[in-house]
């Protein structure tokens, strides 16, 4: 199984930008999935998580109100829609995927497949 994010860069405080999540190897429609992200020096932090039907969405209380998880399981990619940005949300981005679970979870140990990370830079 493999993800892949994409979608990180270089923008402004304020502005938007969308991360995308591809997987290959197995249809993720069975699996909840979710965003972390991981600023320079501190621990991997939960984002957003999406069921596996994308009927019920969690939020880290820094984010909620500003991005928006999303999935299509038919081209079985999953978003993370980001707006209103700030120099706070300079991370690391990595998508995960659960094995088999119906909602997700904020801890990471439930996971078991991750992406390779997608650097978003928030400028001031």
């Known amino acids: 199984v493999q993800l892949q994010a994409s979608g990180g860069g270089l923008v402004q405080t304020g502005g938007s930008l969308r991360l995308s999540c591809a997987a290959s190897?197995?249809?993720?429609?069975?699996?909840?999935m979710g965003w972390f992200r991981q600023a320079p020096g501190k621990e991997r932090d939960f984002v957003a998580g999406?069921?596996?039907?994308?009927?019920?969405?969690d939020y880290a209380d820094s984010v909620k109100g500003r991005f928006t998880i999303s999935r299509d399981n038919a081209k079985n990619t999953m978003y993370l829609q980001m707006n209103r940005l700030n120099p706070e949300d300079t991370a690391v981005y990595y998508c995960?995927?659960?094995?088999?679970?119906?909602?997700?979870?904020?801890?990471?140990?439930?996971?078991?497949?991750w992406g390779q990370g997608t650097l978003v830079t928030v400028s001031s």
């Open positions: 995960a995927a659960t094995k088999g679970r119906v909602t997700p979870a904020r801890w990471s140990q439930f996971y078991d497949y």
């Open positions: 190897g197995r249809t993720l429609s069975s699996d909840a």
């Open positions: 999406i069921s596996r039907s994308g009927g019920y969405t």
